[in-house]
């Protein structure tokens, strides 16, 4: 499951996000999502695997980002123009579908 969700990260296009919920539903059941964070907190490589493009179902950054928190998650975003207010994206605009 774990190459699964980070073979998953590879497909998000530069600017896009995706909720742990959406990769979840990728691996086949939605209520994984907390799964999901797991792995995603023991990401082996930040640099190959993008982790940081993954926000919760409302669009919120993870106060427990492995690489920095939410300033380092927030920076991250901001590099690839993706706005951050208050330390969330609005989907409408950045969600990967």
């Known amino acids: 499951m774990k190459e699964q969700v980070y073979q998953y990260l590879l497909l998000?296009?530069?600017?896009?996000v995706v909720t742990y919920a959406q990769i979840a539903e990728y691996l086949g059941n939605r209520?994984?999502?907390r799964v999901?964070?797991?792995i995603l907190h023991h990401n082996p490589d930040?640099?190959?695997y993008p982790c940081y493009k993954v926000v919760n179902s409302k669009g919120k950054l993870s106060k427990n980002?492995?690489?920095g928190g939410l300033r380092g998650q927030k920076e991250k975003l901001e590099?690839?123009?993706i706005e951050v207010v208050?330390?969330?994206v609005d989907l409408t605009k950045y969600q990967y579908k």
């Not at 998000?12 to 896009?16: Q, R, Y």
């Open 36 to 38: 999901v964070g797991n």
């Open 12 to 16: 998000i296009p530069k600017g896009k």
């Open 86 to 88: 208050n330390f969330q």
């Open 31 to 33: 209520k994984l999502a």
């Open 65 to 67: 980002f492995a690489f």
């Open 79 to 81: 590099k690839e123009k």
């Open 46 to 48: 930040q640099n190959k």
